[in-house]
């Protein structure tokens, strides 16, 4: 059973068309992370939700919000996106805790393209 | 800087052989290191943890090296299913009451393993 689920698998916009992916989870994790990835490199941290405490990376632009409604869901939002905003954007979920390895759980990403 | 370095390959071996790769990280406050493998246009996905004392689950054996702040998988007869990139990732101290902060991948190490 899929535990971090993304919606749509792959999603084309235009050019400066708002777009919204969405990311849901059944594991009940408290903190929930947007990763941008682009080919041959590493995901790339966005910002991350513990709760409802967003934390933005410095590096992430404006352009780039997110939304925590509940524990359960996480919405990135794209305000303008531009060519070099396409991507797989993963949405990943983990417990928080300071002293043990606690993985992530990744969705299955949403493709972007932007036309 | 955050840095989490890998050889990005590609190692290219036959079936059954045994193939190790190396990870350096920058940060020496880092507690938690994982290993995650991506198949091409997937999520990453959870391979194993790494602890202090090395473990080893079936055929992957992963070693930390807190000193020298390396960190290896082994893989022993390799299998044609094994031909995935390789994700060294590392958090990157603690944030947010306990939480274990943010995970930075390295770009990852891309194994090949042919019949």
């Known amino acids: 059973d899929a535990m971090v689920i993304q919606n749509p698998r792959y999603q084309v916009t235009q050019f400066g068309k708002p777009v919204t992916l969405s990311c849901s989870q059944t594991?009940?994790?408290?903190?929930m992370y947007w990763y941008q990835q682009k080919s041959s490199q590493a995901p790339k941290l966005l910002f991350h939700y513990y709760d409802k405490d967003f934390n933005n990376e410095a590096d992430t632009p404006d352009n780039f919000q997110s939304r925590r409604p509940n524990t359960s869901f996480c919405f990135l939002d794209i305000r303008s996106p531009g060519l070099g905003d396409a991507a797989m954007y993963l949405c990943a979920t983990s417990k928080p805790t300071g002293y043990s390895n606690q993985p992530q759980h990744f969705g299955d990403g949403t493709r972007l393209s932007i036309l | 800087r955050k840095e989490v370095e890998q050889d990005p390959g590609p190692f290219n071996v036959p079936e059954g052989a045994t193939v190790a790769f190396n990870c350096t990280y920058s940060?020496?406050?880092?507690?938690?290191f994982f290993w995650y493998r991506q198949d091409c246009r997937k999520e990453p996905k959870l391979l194993m943890s790494v602890y202090s004392s090395g473990n080893e689950d079936g055929r992957f054996t992963a070693q930390l090296n807190r000193a020298s702040q390396y960190i290896s998988l082994l893989i022993r007869d390799s299998k044609l299913s094994d031909s995935a990139t390789y994700l060294c990732?590392?958090?990157?101290?603690?944030?947010?009451?306990?939480?274990?902060?943010?995970?930075?991948f390295g770009k990852g190490t891309k194994l090949s393993v042919k019949p």
């Open positions: 940060n020496s406050a880092s507690q938690s």
């Open positions: 990732v590392v958090n990157w101290g603690l944030n947010y009451g306990g939480s274990q902060g943010n995970l930075i």
């Open positions: 594991l009940n994790h408290n903190v």
